[in-house]
């Protein structure tokens, strides 16, 4: 079964950066997209930033400027780059990728969060 592990949060001030990573493994056949997530104690997962196997990124518009997302398909790795943190940026990031494996059909698989805390 597909496995994402995320690597890379931790506790950074305002205005400093970090780096997740997720590498994906277990039995793929192939990945489409992959993108990460973040979820803010009592808030709803919103999206971050996607990538498609092609290399084309979208982002919320709140990371605009900010957040680089970019993926090594060799790996089966994505990354996101976090730049000029801000308190708000505070949350549980997921990887997520729409991926299909040789035993299962292509479906959304999540990692197990990491956790990024910003402090002021």
């Known amino acids: 079964q597909v496995q994402l592990v995320e690597s890379g949060g931790g506790l950074v001030q305002a205005g400093g950066s970090l780096r997740l990573s997720c590498a994906a493994s277990g039995g793929i056949f192939s990945i489409n997209a992959m993108g990460w997530y973040r979820q803010a104690p009592g808030k709803q997962r919103e999206l971050v930033a996607g990538?498609?196997?092609?290399?084309?990124?979208n982002y919320a518009d709140f990371v605009k400027g900010r957040f680089t997302i970019s993926r090594d398909n060799a790996k089966n790795t994505v990354y996101l780059q976090m730049n000029s943190l801000k308190p708000e940026d505070t949350a549980v990031y997921y990887c997520?990728?729409?991926?299909?494996?040789?035993?299962?059909?292509?479906?959304?698989?999540w990692g197990q969060g990491t956790q990024v805390t910003v402090s002021s």
């Open positions: 997520n990728a729409d991926a299909t494996s040789w035993s299962e059909r292509r479906r959304g698989y």
């Open positions: 990538v498609t196997s092609g290399g084309r990124t």
